[in-house]
Nanobody
């Protein structure tokens, strides 16, 4: 079992930055995949960025060059640095992890970008 707790969401103006954090309840070095998804009102949940062991980091086209996924194994945490935010980035952001083919989700953190 893996618990994921997100933090760092909030309200920001377009062009601004936010950094999301996700703390895992166990060593992230034992997780096959970690990353972030988001869900905007009335839309399906979509991938933002994921990093898999041995497979590098994958970004949605809409965030490439603006968002960066990083991890700190010592703190069992992953981060999403979001720069040049746009109103269309407004969504609930969910931390995501996979271990031994089982998926885990955090409770989500709201990011709102005002124009």
């Amino acid at each position: 079992q893996v618990q994921l707790v997100e933090s760092g969401g909030g309200l920001v103006q377009a062009g601004g930055s936010l950094r999301l954090s996700c703390a895992a309840s166990r060593s992230i070095s034992r997780l096959n995949t970690m990353g972030w998804f988001r869900q905007a009102p009335g839309k399906q949940r979509e991938l933002v960025a994921t990093a898999s062991n041995g497979a590098g980091t994958n970004y949605a086209d809409s965030v490439k060059g603006r968002f960066a996924l990083s991890r700190d194994n010592a703190k069992n945490a992953v981060y999403l640095q979001m720069n040049s935010l746009k109103p269309e980035d407004t969504a609930v952001y969910y931390c995501y992890a996979v271990r031994l083919s089982t998926e885990y989700w955090g409770q989500g953190t709201q990011v709102t970008v005002s124009s």
